[in-house]
T-cell receptor, first 117, second 112 residues
């Protein structure tokens, strides 16, 4: 399967614990996105990487959240001191970079469902 | 007010019906308009993509964009039970990131 993969698929944790999620994009896609989706809502943009550079972060990404993409390949999203409000589906997407003004489809992974007790 | 508004439904229709799904938006900078389908506990998958205004047809699906009214639609003809899913509209403005702004999604149920 050459799609976007995410691990783990499910994570249950207690409030206050740290969690880390991993995303493996489609190979040679240099753009990588993280989104968060709560129940009954559409995905909301969290952050964007072009290769290894994190170029945009949403205001939703509090100081407890950190994302990395070392070497421009896989990415990790860490949440420190989790809160119940962090319970959501965390989606990763990747896309190739085309020419200026062209739209490049974002391919989504299956997501990591986080439950904070 | 959200940048993209979408009726969450649920929408329940009999098999074979024509389904109309809609979104409105407020940001006139949006140029790329997408419809994603999301099955339960799965990631979204792209159904249709339209640049600027106009219509686009792909099999049983037709996407329409009316930029003057800031209104987009997705029509599904001859709906099937397998079309039962949540349909998300998404939009993007030209720029460096192409980040997507999604509607809340409309849950569709097609019953036999």
């Amino acid at each position: 399967d050459t799609g976007v993969s995410q691990n783990p698929r499910h994570k249950i944790t207690k409030r206050g614990q740290n969690v880390t999620f991993r995303c493996d994009p489609i190979s040679e896609h240099n753009r990588l996105y993280w989104y968060r989706q709560t129940l009954g809502q559409g995905p909301e943009f969290l952050t964007y990487f072009q290769n290894e550079a994190q170029l945009e972060k949403s205001r939703l990404l509090s100081d407890r959240f950190s994302a990395e993409r070392p070497k421009g390949s896989f990415s990790t999203l860490e949440i420190q001191r989790t809160e119940q409000g962090d319970s959501a589906m965390y989606l990763c997407a990747s896309s190739p970079q085309g020419g200026q003004g062209l739209y490049n489809e974002q391919f989504f992974g299956p997501g990591t469902r986080l439950t904070v007790l | 007010q959200k940048e993209v508004e979408q009726d969450p439904g649920p929408l329940s229709v009999p098999e074979g019906a024509i389904v109309s799904l809609n979104c409105t938006y407020s940001n006139s900078a949006f140029q790329y308009f997408m419809w994603y389908r999301q099955y339960s506990r799965k990631g979204p998958e792209l159904l249709m993509y339209t640049y600027s205004s106009g219509n686009k047809e792909d099999g049983r699906f037709t996407a329409q964009v009316d930029k003057s009214s800031k209104y987009i639609s997705l029509f599904i003809r001859d709906s099937q039970p397998s079309d039962s899913a949540t349909y998300l509209c998404a939009m993007s403005a030209p720029g460096d990131t192409d980040k997507l702004i999604f509607g809340t999604g409309t849950r569709l149920q097609v019953f036999p």
